[in-house]
Each structure stands twice: as C-alpha cells, then as structure tokens.
C-alpha cells in the first residue's frame, strides 16, 4: 500500500519561504504521478503542481507559476514543493498526492488521485 506523508509546513511571514516533503513508501516514486494541492478554509480544493512520472515534466498552477518548483530525490523517494514569495492566499492546508495512471494535464480540474497524504499546514502571517 502506498503512504505519503507530508512535512515541511509552519507559520511564515508574507515574502518567506517554506519547503515541503512528500516522503512516499510502499512505491517507487518513479513509477507514479505526484502532485501538490492545497485546500484554504472555505475554499475548495486547488491544483498547484504535478510531476509526471515517465519523463518528469513538470506543471504548475498560474496562481504559483515562478514562485513555487516541485522537485524530487529518487534515492529518498521524496518530493518536495519548494515556496517562495509566499503570500496570504497561499494558506492552507498542503496535499501531496501519487497515482500511477494520473496525467498532469488534468491536475487543476481533476483530484481522484489514489493516494493522498494527510497534509500539512502552512500560515501566512505578519
């Protein structure tokens, strides 16, 4: 069974930057589709990034194009969304999420992933 679990979230201030994880288990990451997405309160859902799994190519949603990149280290089996320039509507709760048969050009319409973390929490303060 494949586990993700996300890490990485805290409280920052507006122009600060975070790094979330993704660490996989139970799959090879390469084998799967992983995409970040993130739910505000009151708010649905939101597609941020995705990596495709064949040859890593890589789609960000306009709202973090520039500001956010999704990366991954194949030896730890981890993803990670490195953020900068965070802004107040970046809050939320962040979702990673892993599905072999996924493809990207869908990540901002549609979340039947398979796998899904349990999220992390990331604050934009002053």
């Known amino acids: 069974q494949l586990q993700l679990v996300e890490s990485g979230g805290g409280l920052v201030r507006p122009g600060g930057s975070l790094r979330l994880s993704c660490a996989v288990s139970?799959?090879?990451?390469?084998?799967?589709?992983i995409a970040w997405f993130r739910q505000a309160p009151g708010k649905e859902r939101e597609g941020i990034s995705c990596?495709?799994?064949?040859?890593?190519?890589?789609y960000y949603a306009h709202s973090v194009e520039g500001r956010f990149a999704i990366s991954k280290d194949s030896a730890k089996n981890t993803v990670y969304l490195q953020m900068d320039d965070l802004q107040p509507e970046d809050t939320g709760v962040y979702y990673c999420?892993?599905?072999?048969?996924?493809?990207?050009?869908?990540?901002?319409?549609?979340?039947?992933?398979?796998?899904w973390g349990k999220g992390t929490q990331v604050t934009l303060s002053s």
């Open positions: 990596m495709a799994k064949d040859y890593g190519t890589v």
């Open positions: 999420a892993a599905d072999p048969d996924y493809y990207c050009t869908a990540f901002t319409t549609y979340f039947g992933m398979d796998y």
């Open positions: 139970g799959a090879t990451l390469d084998s799967n589709t």
